[in-house]
């Protein structure tokens, strides 16, 4: 045989074995199903001593459950399209007038530099602060058309403004640049920065005005593949600068997409406050009877008042807190290191003035990233994913230890609960019944567990997903319908049957009468469901035409309100709307949006208390809607 032939006879030796593995792999892997839940916020931090278990209590044994099925699906592909009233008013524009600090006129909105206002049908290909591996941080966003046709694409200003640097070789052979000074209403300045432009698009001079919209040169061909890097920065308004920076956040650059989001939502009618999320945003923790809401940052817990945005006080971090709880009836809070050291604090008694009285610390020597969950008694539940082996099933299998402690610090248990290798940090729901928490496991081996002060007890029923309760029941919405949970015997009834649907884009919620609100996660019909406290469908509509996105359903008094969201290429879009039970329509409050993301779930609603629903945008802002308006 020839050593032509001999070759090709290897070569597709190598492809069979490649396309077997294939298979061999596809067939084994299981696709994990990422659970979204809603998360939950100045003073002077000072060390206390630390405080001494005591001696653990005997955990509850593991209850057996049932699984019960009862009559036919309740909801049908025919639901009608549900009706969409109202909206929020467009931005208010006007016309640049020279004043006496901004010779270009002020800033009227903001909007984006690509395909503007809102950058639909742009793709954002690098983010603001993405590090590279050679520490240096992304100063900008690099942005591109949706098909990839960049080179020669049009760039605007994204707001009335005045030139202060253009040069059709300010990068050299990264090509031109162009800065635009903006002043706002305030008297505040910011620069944009618009890099890797074609030199002949460049014709802008310094002192030159441009009004929002207007071209300030084509996409070029750089080193790189022709994009636009962007830039918001308060620095360096005749120079075009790096690029890259170690810590371009603390040194003149701004994240670009949050600050035009961020404008646009503060111009936006019916927003009572909005604020740019910090960069070391964790969570929201929750609030108190005072609309006082609790932001878990990585560097401070802070306490945001939900009427004006302003901060009452700030918690600094002496270690970067990477989760928090707060205690039954707010008495105090928790907040736990990535070290795993657990502080807890007291909180004031009338919820508003009064610094966080440091109350112990604990170093629990966790394993892997550490999370909380209050217990009814006032007590915290740690816990800790790691990995390991199984020796009764004979493979590698995730594992959760989880130690629960007393309010003032003593050991009660400790225990290890099965959990997923596919789970990540912030896939679980948890929810208060009675003196017991239920724990909804994520991930795509979840299950139910009670925990309370005397230890926890597996429920093994094989399912997860949003949870809901009152006084009556405990409801879950899982994949095959609404199941009426039983915390004392562990059990889990199929109460209402619904075609398979995705629990982690549907919800749940307990209606003042007793009746349930669903939406289901069907990628076909997407339907709200209304259901009386027997399990019985009053009406439904489907949401189909609102396009695809997660769902979070949250009530504020007797009002229930929806919100969605939808990732794009450009933004993560949060849109608000109330429930008309009586007419069975949807009234649109807001929409917003914040930078795209590849997070699964990442904005997240509240109620804000006189009327209003707070939501978080990941890496965008905290905003407050006045939903009376």
Known sequence: ???????????????????????????????????????????????????????????????????????????????????????????????????????????????????????????????????????????????????????GAPVQSIGHGRVTYAQPWGWGRDKGVVIVEHVFDSGSKLLSFYGHLDPASVTLQADDCVTRGDEVGRIGRPRTPPHLHFEIRTHMPDEPGPGYWPEPGTAGWQHPSQVIWNHRIQSTPGVLWARPVSPDFQRILGSNEKDIFFVLQTDALVAIDGKDGSVRWRLPAQESWVDGAIAAGNSGIYLISEQGVLHAFDLAVDGEGGDPAPRWQLDLELTGKPGLIALPQGGVAAFAWRMGYSADEQRLSGLRQVIALASDGSELWEKELPASLHWQPGQDRWLLAGDQVVLAIGGPEGDLWSIDEMGAAAWDVGMSGPLAGDRQGLWLYGEDGVFKLDPEGGSARLSIPLPWGYPDFGDILVLPDGGLLVVHGSSRYRPLMVFDRNGVLRWQRSLRDLGPGQAQLVQVGDQPYLMLQQETRAARRVTLYAIDMATRSLVHLFSGAGPASTSSASAFAWAGGDGGVMLAIDQGSVVMVNCQC
């Open 1 to 151: 045989m020839t050593d032509k032939k001999i070759l090709g006879h290897r070569w597709f030796q190598l492809l069979l074995l490649a396309i077997l593995l294939t298979l061999m792999v596809g067939c084994g892997r299981r696709e994990a199903t990422p659970i979204a839940v809603p998360p939950t916020a100045t003073a002077i931090f000072s060390p206390t001593a630390t405080a001494t278990p005591s001696a653990t209590a005997t955990a509850m044994p593991t209850l057996t459950p049932t699984r019960t099925p009862t009559a036919t699906p309740a909801s049908t592909p025919t639901a009608q399209a549900i009706a969409v009233v109202g909206g929020p008013s467009p931005l208010a524009t006007r016309a640049p007038v020279p004043q006496d600090n901004a010779a270009c006129g002020v800033v009227d909105r903001l909007d984006f530099p690509l395909n503007p206002p809102d950058a639909e049908g742009a793709s954002l290909a690098q983010g603001f602060g993405r590090r590279r591996s050679t520490g240096l941080q992304h100063a900008g966003e690099d942005w591109g058309m949706a098909g990839g046709r960049n080179l």
